[in-house]
């Protein structure tokens, strides 16, 4: 991520075609081996690993890269080592901190879920209709972008016009 102050969304993330742009309980049902919090954490080592050379990333620059609380990133990162999908892991005492590391296994799994995501995606916008849905993640976007400017002008805490 180049702006790690913010908090990246679903879209900035995860590849265009993924069906994770929804904001829909439904796409939920589609996850099938990991949820959507999970394969989001898994892109991003994906991604890390990619990007860096490097196969670990710790914590603590997962929970700011995604502007999560260390918690919600540990929840996850548990839920993920239970399944297999990672190595949760520290140098040394563990001083400087503790790592996830993919498996072998994770690579699979997260790339079969892709599958999945990929399809349902394009059947939803060949339903909606491709054009419908290009126009509609330009307005989404649009919305974000707004937000986000608001929420700025507001300085991180917004309250409500009096009435």
């Not at 909606?128 to 707004?146: K, N, P, S, V, Y």
């Amino acid at each position: 991520m180049s702006n790690q102050n913010q908090t990246p969304s679903l879209h900035a993330i995860l590849p265009y075609g993924t069906g994770v742009h929804f904001p829909n309980r439904a796409i939920q049902k589609i996850f099938q081996k990991m949820s959507s919090s999970e394969y989001v954490l898994m892109w991003l080592l994906f991604k890390h690993a990619q990007d860096t050379g490097s196969e670990k990333i710790y914590l603590k620059d997962l929970a700011r890269n995604l502007n999560l609380p260390m918690g919600q990133v540990s929840k996850i990162a548990r839920d993920l080592q239970r399944k297999g999908f990672v190595l949760w892991t520290h140098d040394g005492d563990g001083q400087e901190g503790t790592y996830l590391q993919l498996t072998d296994n994770s690579r699979d799994s997260a790339l079969a879920q892709q599958a999945l995501l990929t399809d349902f995606n394009q059947r939803v916008m060949k339903a909606f209709g491709e054009d419908e849905f290009i126009q509609l993640l330009g307005q989404i976007t649009r919305l974000e972008a707004i937000m986000d400017q608001e929420a700025e002008k507001a300085g991180g805490a917004y309250e409500a016009p009096s009435a």
